[in-house]
């Protein structure tokens, strides 16, 4: 992924999560993460994060997906892994927990436990879900994809 | 507090989530809590709470102040106590931790380790505070004031 493709990710990015009345501060708009799993791929593998807070027991982010983009299927390992909650703020989500499809629209959440396989995509609108959750530790995340790097 | 109190004030909550532009659902409107910390005097004291999660791990809410109104000092005792980031989404929170004050706006945070006396009262247009920590449980509140019941 080039530094001018992050860099329009980024920027696109902010104008979904202004559709969804969230405020960011200068520095955190600066500081978005844009992730294409080691794909390469951002138009149909990609997440836009902000990371609120990730201490050693609480993590809070704010995430973007773009139309058609989705975030592959991986559960969190570890002793015992990440538990996290996603709430969806703007536009709408299709969340496939071991195989079951969940649909989040504004307002609508759902928490996923450790060790449970799941994947996300947005609909033909985006998406901006708020993620509630223990430490964020991208290196206990299990990826179907053996091709994926996070 | 009267139950006509307790509903007014919920209402009155709801069109501060709504500038803050925050989505909830119709059950989360109706379980709205207005807690008055038992002092029976919500103009001065009081909270406005939605709790979007709270598990054994993670809680995550989302906290209304009106114009004037204070959440009395307090600590979270425990082993390890509560550990809470508050995020300001609307209008202005005034958050004493131990004697120093700290102004959060709009997109502004900060986090409140275990153990740790605070109070925050809003300013002039209330606030619209998300609270990202672990496990709540009031019972492991110690407030300041004796006469306060959670």
Known sequence: MTTETRAAAARRAISYYEKAGIVLTPAEKEAIEVADFGLNDLEHTGLQI??????????????????????????????????????????????????????????DQYTIYPDTLHWFRAGEDGAVISEFSTRSTDETDVFTDARIVR
Chains 1, 2 share one sequence.
């Open 50 to 107: 902000v990371v609120y807070v990730n201490t050693e027991r609480v993590c809070a982010k704010e995430m973007v997906l773009f139309p058609g983009q989705a975030c592959p299927e991986h559960k969190h390992v570890g002793a015992p892994g990440k538990e996290e909650t996603f709430r969806c703020r703007y536009g709408q989500v299709h969340l496939d927990v071991e195989g079951k499809t969940v649909i989040l629209h504004p307002g």
